[in-house]
Structures are given as C-alpha cells and as structure tokens.
C-alpha cells in the first residue's frame, strides 16, 4: 500500500503543498526547491487530495485551514486510500489540532509560523522513514506473532498482514527491539522519529492508540502494547 516514494535515493523528493496562502506558498516552495525539493502546490483541499492520491508524491505538507475540503477530512480520506507520509501544517498550534491531525494519520505537524529549515528537516525525516533509510539496515524481528520486516516495510501479525505509516512502523520496531523493556514517551520519539524536539504530551500517545488500533489491541486490556503508568509503554512477549 506504500505510494508514492522514489526508488532511487539519487532521485530528488517532491513534494506537494495543498496551501491556499500564496505568499506562504511561494516562499516555501523556493526553499525547498533551493534545498533539492521539487514543489507542487495546490490551493484547495479537493484538488490536494486528487492530486495526492496521483501516486508520485514522495510526501504531502497539508494545511489545515483550506477551502473546498477541510485539510482534517484530505487527511482522513487520504490515509484511508495510501500510506503516503503526510506533515500537518496548523496555522494555531494548539494541541487539539496536532492531535486530531495525528488521529486521522498524519505522520508529523509543524505549527505556523514554521521555519523552512525546520519544515526541511521534517520532509526529510518522514520520507526516510517510508524507505526504511532511517539508520543503517537491520534484521527481521520476530515477537509475540508479529514478524516485522525492516528491508520490505512489512508487519504480520499471526500471518495476517498489517499496513502501518512510516511513523508506526518506525514506533513498533523501536518496542519490539526491545520487548520486554519499558521505554518512555521521550525514549519512543527519539527512536522513532530520531529527535523528541518539537514533541508534545500526547503525540506518541496517539500514536500507540492507532498503532493498537490497527494491531487489533484492546486498549483496556492490551496483550501487545502495554502501558506502564507514569513510565511509558512496553511490547509485552520476548524476541525469537
């Protein structure tokens, strides 16, 4: 279900920008197209998503804020139909937004007004992510039914295939790595996302509610993820 990421690491990433501020978008687009990213920017929600759901994208920086469609509901629809990595961009910057964004699927959030080079650094930490070029290469795992596939970006789970963003896959294979050990919300967004700056309370814990979700984990008794109050969360089950 992964679309719209190059192949070849030599290819530049394009991007694109559903952004109905103008100015905003031109002066983003120019530093990102200085920095080795190709830009492509629309100005409505309706015409993002058809755009998004193209397939050659290798990431969507998405506004919240948009006319014709509400940048929540481009997500929501978005994630259900591809696991291209989406980067919210809320013009408060208030949690509710970052959470409901992360809720529906997105991989990341940069409040407004946004450093180019932060939204930069960003773009490059989501697609890397989605290629599985986050570190250098590592094994299969295996842990209490799930068989996690770093080289193919695949997660079973008792034979039965389960499709994850590059976030969840990346927050997954940190706990299962490490089954067993409780690692705390700070310690899960360094490993997966590779630096806790920028983070805010519930982010990884939304994070864990859709992983569990989608692992098909009670959240009032989980058997996979489990929390650990006022400590973290910890992949119940040992490596084989």
């Not at 506004?63 to 291209?84: I, T, W, Y």
């Not at 991989?107 to 450093?115: I, R």
Request: proline share 4%; glycine share 10%.
């Amino acid at each position: 279900m992964m679309q719209g990421v190059s192949d070849s690491p030599a290819t530049p990433l394009l991007a694109l920008l559903v952004e109905d501020d103008a100015r905003l978008a031109a002066l983003t687009r120019e530093y990102l197209e200085g920095h080795g990213v190709a830009v492509v920017v629309v100005g409505d929600g309706r015409r993002g998503l058809a755009e998004a759901l193209g397939g050659r994208y290798d990431v969507v920086l998405l506004d919240l804020m948009l006319p014709e469609k509400d940048g929540l509901e481009v997500c929501r629809e978005l994630r259900g139909r591809s696991d291209l990595p989406v980067i919210v961009l809320t013009a408060r910057g208030e949690e509710a937004d970052r959470v409901m964004g992360l809720e529906l699927g997105a991989d990341d959030y940069l409040a407004k007004p946004y450093s180019p080079r932060e939204l930069l650094a960003r773009i490059r930490a989501v697609t890397r992510r989605a290629k599985g070029r986050a570190g250098p290469a590592r094994g299969a795992v295996r842990v209490a039914g799930l068989f996690i596939d770093p080289a193919a970006r695949t997660v079973t789970l008792d034979g039965r295939e389960v499709h994850l963003t590059g976030y969840e896959f990346a927050l997954l294979e940190a706990l299962a790595r490490r089954a067993g050990r409780i690692l705390s919300r700070e310690q899960l967004m360094e490993l997966a996302r590779g630096s806790a700056e920028e983070a805010f309370d519930r982010s990884i814990d939304v994070h864990v509610s859709r992983l569990r979700q989608k692992l098909g984990d009670d959240p009032r008794r989980p058997r996979l993820i489990k929390t650990v109050r006022g400590s973290g969360y910890v992949l119940a089950g040992e490596r084989e």
